[in-house]
């Protein structure tokens, strides 16, 4: 073996068992795998074994040659090859819709349950009368302004609601169960069940009195009546008995209203 080959294998071995410097004057990064240009024969870290990058024996001529497809660099030389096919692909930046990919996270984690087809409502049950007595008890106010709640016993009581009816020339000729839709809501309110017709009557003029002249109507007791409507849509007027009691006339829960005389059911 030559001296030369003697000192290529010297170097190479060198190089690659223990490591070396980069040749390169401005470098001399410690490189275990160091590269050995063919050239010029010195050890250089992969950024600068190409020919390129350092300063080679090889004649500039040879230098000067064209890139190959991919922008990688061919020259013939073996230290160039090894660079070219170990060296890692261009990364590439893909844009992902960062709010797509969310979603499709959040799809994976927390799938969306099956959609339940919804059953139609029932339509609300119809409470019974005992139990509409009780909640109407529980709202129910003194319509007799000189009697309060301690003055009368529970059981002495009438309990029911309590309405004005004023209708006009477009409501007057529809059937009750339309009109009473149109009314506001009676209130609900209790009256000792001893007093008589007549007394009651009058406290109720006298409780509706700004409505009723706010519809120019008299507040005589001549030209109004109570009534309350019984089942069948029958009008049953309770100021025809003006000195019975109240409780032998009208029952609890019931709807009294205060109207005009000449108000009927079409």
Same mark, same amino acid.
């Given at each position: 073996?030559?001296?030369?080959?003697?000192?290529?294998?010297?170097? %190479?071995?060198?190089?690659?068992?223990?490591? !070396?410097?980069?040749? #390169?004057?401005?470098?001399?990064?410690?490189?275990?795998?160091?590269?050995?240009?063919?050239?010029?024969?010195?050890?250089?870290?992969?950024?600068?074994?190409?020919?390129?990058?350092?300063?080679?024996?090889?004649?500039?001529?040879?230098?000067?040659?064209?890139?190959?497809?991919?922008?990688?660099? $061919?020259?013939?030389?073996?230290?160039? %090859?090894?660079?070219?096919?170990?060296?890692?692909?261009? !990364?590439?930046?893909?844009?992902?819709?960062?709010?797509?990919?969310?979603?499709?996270?959040?799809?994976? #984690?927390?799938?969306?349950?099956?959609?339940? %087809?919804?059953?139609?409502?029932?339509?609300?049950?119809?409470?019974?009368?005992?139990?509409?007595? &009780? &909640?109407?008890?529980?709202?129910?106010?003194?319509?007799?302004?000189?009697?309060?709640?301690?003055?009368? $016993?529970?059981?002495? #009581?009438?309990?029911?609601?309590?309405?004005?009816?004023?209708?006009?020339?477009?409501?007057?000729?529809?059937?009750? @169960?339309?009109? #009473?839709?149109?009314?506001?809501?009676?209130?609900?309110?209790?009256?000792?069940?001893? !007093?008589?017709?007549?007394?009651?009557?009058?406290?109720?003029?006298?409780?509706?009195?700004?409505?009723?002249?706010?519809? $120019?109507?008299?507040?005589?007791?001549?030209?109004?009546?109570?009534?309350?409507?019984?089942?069948?849509?029958?009008?049953?007027?309770?100021? @025809?008995?003006? $000195?019975? !009691?109240?409780? @032998?006339?009208?029952?609890?829960?019931?709807?009294?209203?205060?109207?005009?005389?000449?108000?009927?059911?079409?």
């Amino acid at each position: 073996m030559t001296d030369q080959n003697q000192q290529e294998t010297s170097t %190479e071995d060198d190089a690659f068992n223990s490591g !070396t410097h980069c040749a #390169r004057a401005d470098c001399h990064t410690l490189d275990f795998l160091p590269l050995v240009c063919p050239h010029c024969h010195l050890a250089f870290c992969s950024s600068h074994a190409h020919v390129f990058y350092h300063e080679c024996s090889l004649p500039e001529v040879l230098r000067t040659v064209p890139l190959k497809e991919g922008g990688s660099i $061919s020259t013939g030389d073996p230290v160039c %090859e090894l660079i070219n096919n170990h060296k890692p692909p261009a !990364t590439r930046t893909i844009k992902e819709d960062r709010n797509a990919k969310a979603k499709e996270i959040l799809a994976a #984690r927390f799938p969306v349950a099956a959609t339940k %087809e919804r059953k139609p409502t029932r339509p609300a049950k119809e409470l019974s009368p005992a139990l509409k007595l &009780m &909640m109407l008890k529980r709202q129910a106010v003194s319509g007799d302004p000189h009697k309060k709640d301690s003055a009368v $016993s529970p059981l002495c #009581r009438w309990y029911g609601r309590l309405g004005c009816v004023m209708p006009t020339s477009e409501s007057q000729n529809l059937p009750w @169960d339309e009109q #009473r839709a149109l009314l506001k809501d009676p209130k609900a309110i209790w009256f000792d069940k001893n !007093t008589v017709v007549g007394k009651i009557f009058d406290i109720v003029i006298t409780s509706f009195r700004t409505e009723l002249l706010s519809h $120019s109507h008299s507040c005589s007791t001549s030209d109004l009546q109570l009534f309350t409507i019984r089942s069948g849509n029958i009008l049953q007027v309770i100021t @025809d008995q003006c $000195s019975a !009691t109240w409780g @032998d006339v009208v029952e609890d829960g019931e709807e009294v209203w205060i109207s005009g005389r000449n108000f009927t059911l079409s």
